[in-house]
């Protein structure tokens, strides 16, 4: 049973770019969370989806941050016209269902330069 | 608002011998579960072990096992016989059984010297 995926590891872009950071949850698993990691802190929740649905998006930024979980496919978290400040690793976790253990992806290291 | 506090920033043990790691917590709530998640330089978030608050007794996975105080609102983890893979940064983390996040601490680094 494959883990958490999530691609890419590594994305670098230009400050004004867009970030689109994918991640496909374990086998079974319907319940995506996102959560971003600055260097030497612990691990922030941003938002919390189901299939089609935002759940829970109380630490997502309200600006220029939107994540879905489209029926087929990964959920996209996406960041636009991304600044300095965006860079961090976003790890993606998933859960069989709703307050079950949640079990990460390897994360998206984003750099902005 | 539930906070987690790892006051250690970085712990080092021998290889062979056993270290403590401590996690405080603060929470109003009375049903929520505790976890310690390793993070190795890969990055990649590992789920240790974890504790159900309603569960008197400690949770334990092999070398690994918790000092779970709830009145006191602590959740220390305990490695015995330490190996060189254990060194990592390790992450207390803290879920409400009503919240859909969980509050992370701030990490501990932990080294295992030969």
């Known amino acids: 049973n494959a883990g958490v995926m999530q691609n890419p590891r590594h994305l670098v872009r230009r400050r004004g770019q867009e970030a689109r950071l994918r991640c496909s949850p374990m086998?079974?698993?319907?319940?995506v969370y996102w959560y971003r990691q600055l260097p030497e802190e612990g691990l922030k929740f941003m938002v919390y989806l189901q299939k089609e649905n935002i759940i829970d998006e109380s630490g997502m930024p309200k600006e220029r941050f939107s994540a879905e979980f489209p029926k087929e496919g990964p959920s996209i978290l996406r960041i636009q016209q991304v600044v300095r400040g965006d860079s961090a690793a976003y790890f993606c976790?998933?859960?069989?269902?709703?307050?079950?253990?949640?079990?990460f992806g390897p994360g998206t290291r984003l750099t902005v330069t | 608002a539930q906070t987690v506090t790892q006051s250690q920033p970085e712990m080092s043990v021998q290889e062979a011998e056993t270290v403590t790691l401590s996690c405080t917590y603060d929470t109003s709530e009375s049903d929520y579960y505790l976890f310690w998640y390793k993070q190795p330089p890969s990055r990649q978030m590992i789920l240790v072990i974890r504790?159900?608050?309603?569960?008197?007794q400690n949770a334990t996975e092999n070398r690994f096992s918790v000092n779970f105080q709830k009145a006191a609102k602590s959740f220390s983890l305990k490695i015995s016989d330490s190996q060189l893979g254990d060194a990592a940064m390790y992450f207390c983390a803290y879920r409400s059984a009503s919240d859909n996040d969980m509050r992370f601490g701030a990490g501990t680094r932990l080294t295992v010297k030969p």
């Open positions: 504790q159900e608050a309603y569960k008197q």
């Open positions: 086998k079974g698993h319907s319940h």
């Open positions: 976790a998933s859960s069989a269902r709703i307050y079950y253990e949640q079990y």
